[in-house]
């Protein structure tokens, strides 16, 4: 199996702008989270899906940030419009077992907001 | 409530051994291990489970105090592929929604030759 993929793996762009970072879970797997990762608080649930549907999205820091599932092997987040406090890895995981299962990292997306 | 890890860095000699430890403020559920190398992901460790199960490496020891609410993970003859961050994930409920897992802030574990 390829993994977990996410796209793009860095992403640079300017206050204001639009970003959509992209995952794909490993076939078959039907939880899928994203997670934020910074220095200061450390890697953070942002988000979960089960079935494409999302079951708990309190860690979604503000309205900026949004994510959709439109089927089981796609998903993407969005903010908009990005602030530097943004920067951060934005990682995507998944799993077949739910949230007491092993969850598969992809490898990341670097988001920097200049 | 994020758990909290310690110690928060540790470095050590091949063949050392480590332990590290997470406790939580809250009744656990389970506790979940993962070991992160600098600018890769988190790969999975262990997962601990209230009631005794375990599931992970064989090479991975890892302990749950339930009523301690503490979890420890065990480093020994240390390696130096054991260099990297290591978090753990701690979930507190298992209901329809299953809960999110929440992870500490990590520790730095640094192997030297």
């Known amino acids: 199996d390829a993994g977990v993929i996410q796209s793009p793996r860095h992403e640079v762009t300017e206050m204001g702008q639009e970003v959509t970072l992209r995952c794909k879970p490993i076939s078959g797997h039907d939880y899928l989270f994203w997670y934020r990762q910074t220095m200061m608080r450390g890697l953070e649930l942002l988000i979960y899906f089960n079935n494409n549907v999302p079951i708990d999205d309190s860690g979604m820091p503000e309205d900026r940030f949004s994510a959709k599932m439109p089927n089981a092997s796609f998903s993407t987040l969005k903010i908009q419009p990005s602030e530097p406090r943004d920067s951060a890895v934005y990682f995507c995981?998944?799993?077949?077992?739910?949230?007491?299962?092993?969850?598969?990292f992809g490898p990341g997306t670097r988001l920097t907001v200049l | 409530q994020q758990p909290v890890q310690s110690p928060q860095a540790v470095i050590l000699r091949e063949g050392e051994d480590a332990v590290i430890n997470c406790s939580s403020s809250k009744a656990l559920y389970s506790v979940h291990w993962y070991r992160q190398k600098h600018g890769e992901a988190p790969v999975f460790l262990m997962i601990l489970l209230k009631g005794g199960e375990q599931k992970g490496h064989e090479k991975i020891s890892a302990s749950f105090n339930e009523k301690k609410q503490q979890s420890s993970l065990y480093l020994t003859a240390s390696q130096l592929s054991y260099s990297g961050t290591y978090f753990c994930g701690t979930l507190m409920n298992y209901g329809g929604s299953q809960g999110n897992l929440i992870f500490g802030k990590g520790t730095k574990l640094s192997v030297k030759p």
């Open positions: 995981a998944s799993t077949s077992g739910g949230t007491t299962d092993t969850q598969y």
